[in-house]
């Protein structure tokens, strides 16, 4: 009887038995000798680890394992490429699922969700200017139950339990301190961007209450975040009957926060506001991928080419 591990507690050589949630599936063929083998991405609270079942049976059947449900797998953690793998010699849907708990295998923001709401309400509460407070009131309230479990994107920052508030909160904070540095910026401005600038990933992106991404809605396809948060704010504005100039000034910053065409912005920040906003996303987003990569590298070493990250490996000092 093998002794469930963490994942992030994998060492090379050791035997796995537990069960794990599957992050992503797929049959695939090898490319040596044509061969069927099942490409596993498991994961836990403590991290993701892909896994291989090679020279599957003609008779397997793939539909019995689901996207974001748990599975039980046994195995042998190798290194491939320095990077760590869980060879399968076993995957199956029998195990007694009374003692399972689910949160063991979400990873959730580090804050509670309730808090961080009432943080955000706190904050948007205080707005002086009452065009943009009444607009994000309005937003916070249609979008509370959402935003407790929402995560920021489906695999890459904040893809947790409640990321998209934590990726908000973070940016508060950061956006607060270089308000500190420039007077020329307009903060109560910045916050209403930073605060709805993905708040339409609520509806670009359907989400388990678990915060588990499975797909991206049609509209959320065909508009993106940027264009339904550009609506929202339309729609929320003449509602609350918010100046055209406020109303404008909070679509720029949704539209334009990509900075780049190839990643939906159609065009360039023309506002400090907006300018910041951008860089302020990128940073909080750029750390929180770093931070998550080198959880799970040690000291000395590269991580894996990173996609998020333009396909960089990040090196992890030794002191
Ligand atoms: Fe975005
Ligand atoms: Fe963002």
New binding site residues.
Partial sequence: MLEYVNIKDFKVGQRIKGVYLIKSIAVKITNSNNKKYLDITLSDKTGDINAKLWDLKEDFNNNEFVENTLVCVKGCVLSWQSIMQLKLESISNDFDRENINISDYVKCAPIDSNEMFNELHKIVSSFKNDDIRNILLEILSIKKEKLLYYP?AKSN?HSIKGGLLY?ILS?IKLGEKICELYSIVNKELLFAGIIL??IEKTEEMNSSELGIVSTYTVEGQLLSHLIQGITLVDRVSSKVGASSEIRMLLQHMILS?HYEPEYGSPIKPMIIEAELLHYI?VI??RMYDMKKILDGVDEGNFSERIFSLNNRKVYKPKF
């Fill in positions: 920021a920052h990726h940016m600038h993905d926060h996303d909080d987003a």
